[in-house]
């Protein structure tokens, strides 16, 4: 049992630390962990070509890709984003729009999660754009005892936000409990249901 933690800030700061805190408590409940760091390298956005759909990956070949391909094999995600004039940072949306455009679906019934960082203030908002990519791609999402958020400005400052760490360790409790209740399931012989597709209604026409 695997879960995919991405590191959206440029830096090794905060937002690795309030990941940390997740990957420390799944691995005490048995649940393997690993860390990517999106970095500083640019991360193109969407191109809105399509290709995708015909290729099923992104025809630009980043990172992005390399991701997806360690997603489809996880069990669970969480995606950490640093805020950025109280939104998610750039990068990590356009990580995003192109990770789930170009996978289709791909990730459904994976339980995810999102942890927004900031200084003072961005947080709800940034968590609520987070989860967009997970409620529309049937992923449960995984929540905590209070809205995932983690507070501190330089790195190093978010060791201090003793109840936003708090918060990260029972967000991956509760993660580690879903996941091994979907395991329970499937040994059971229960697997998720199939889905109706045929009723795709565009305003323009
Ligand atoms: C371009 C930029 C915009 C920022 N905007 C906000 C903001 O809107 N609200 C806030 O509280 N902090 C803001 N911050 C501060 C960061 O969210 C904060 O330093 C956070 O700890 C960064 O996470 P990191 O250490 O993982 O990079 C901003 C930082 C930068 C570089």
Redesign the pocket.
């Given at each position: 049992m695997k879960v995919l933690l991405l590191n959206g800030?440029?830096?090794r700061?905060?937002?690795?630390a309030a990941l940390e805190e997740c990957a420390g408590a799944l691995n005490e409940c048995g649940v393997e962990t690993e860390i990517v760091d999106i970095g500083t390298q640019a991360v193109p956005g969407c191109r809105a070509c399509g290709a995708c759909h015909r290729l099923g990956r992104c025809v630009i070949d980043d990172a992005v890709n390399e991701f997806a391909e360690k997603l489809r094999a996880a069990d669970g995600f969480i995606v950490g984003a640093?805020?950025?004039?109280?939104s998610p940072n750039g990068s990590v949306i356009s990580f995003l729009d192109r990770l789930f455009f170009s996978s289709r679906g791909g990730f459904a019934h994976k339980p995810a999660a999102a942890v927004a960082?900031?200084?003072?203030?961005?947080t709800v908002a940034s968590f609520d754009v987070l989860n967009k990519y997970f409620s529309i791609s049937q992923m449960p999402i995984v929540t905590a005892t209070y809205w995932n958020d983690v507070f501190?400005?330089?790195?190093g400052?978010a060791a201090a936000d003793a109840e936003g760490l708090q918060t990260m360790r029972n967000l991956a409790r509760n993660m580690a409990w879903m996941l091994k209740c979907i395991e329970l399931g499937r040994a059971n012989g229960l697997e998720p249901p199939a889905n109706e597709h045929e009723s795709v209604t565009n305003f323009i026409r």
């Open positions: 800030s440029p830096r700061g905060n937002t690795r640093p805020v950025y004039y109280a960082v900031a200084r003072r203030a961005g501190g400005q330089v790195p400052q």
